[in-house]
């Protein structure tokens, strides 16, 4: 089952040379991982992400925290990329492809994308509390399935200190080096492709605005409507993998 794809967003990504991606959860629906306004399952079924992402839980149950985050890298550990994250790292053999994520996976480096800057961070740099220095023990990598509720988070070896997720919990700053490489890839851009995000958190949502508000073309791939349908250029009713694939077979550089 193939997307209707209107001609002038076929045409817009055929003249382009940069695409910038925008991508939210829902790019990474369809390899099983959760979005993040999705109702968690199973063990963590009772934890709201929004209570448990933020400074102030960690303050007050690292353990808690530790493992939640533990477990969610160990499922995406468990999970492949789909075929939209394939269908963008496909896309690369035609177009410079600059990927601006919302996403703490590692979905889109796997698929083969060269080009990824984490604005929300990512579940495999966790670096110390403290100094921040990165941190690579045995005990934050994903092969061990964490099933406990509360996991001590490692002590950096440097200063002692707990060793906390490398993700931005809301009320923290946006990581400098992805901003900054993230903003580029907006100034650049050929054509904007805004895929699988409510668009509801600021900054980040802002970067694909400020792109339609230059009169950069911005094509969205979401199932249902989102805040930044009103700013899309097109607005495609489909799925990341269904969406981009039929983009990429539309061009005819899928391989
Ligand atoms: N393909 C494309 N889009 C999809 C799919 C799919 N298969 N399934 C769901 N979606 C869409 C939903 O319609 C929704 O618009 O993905 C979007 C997911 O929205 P959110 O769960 O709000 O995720 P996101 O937009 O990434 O959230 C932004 O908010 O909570 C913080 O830091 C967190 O990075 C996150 C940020």
Known sequence: MGAELPDDAVEAMRRAEVVTVFTGAGMSA???????RDVETGLWQRFDPAQIATPEAWASDP??????????????????????????????RTHTVLIATQ?????????????VSHLHGSLFAPRCSNCARPYQGIDAEPEQAVHELRVE???CPACLSPVRPGVVWFGEGLPDDAWRSAASAFTFADVVLVVGTSGVV??????????????????EFNPEP???TGIATHSIRASAAVGLSAMLDALGASG
Do not use: C, K, M
């Open 30 to 36: 369809e390899s099983g991982v959760a979005t993040f």
């Open 63 to 92: 353990g808690l925290v530790w493992a939640w985050y533990q477990w969610r890298a160990h499922i995406v550990h468990e999970a492949a990329p789909n075929r939209g994250h394939r269908a963008l790292a496909d896309l690369e």
């Open 103 to 115: 996403n703490v996976d590692d979905l889109h480096e796997r698929a083969g994308s060269s080009s």
């Open 153 to 155: 988070p490692p002590a």
């Open 202 to 219: 600021y900054p980040a949502a802002g970067l694909p605005e400020r792109a339609a508000a230059r009169g950069i073309p911005v094509i």
């Open 226 to 228: 989102s805040a930044l």
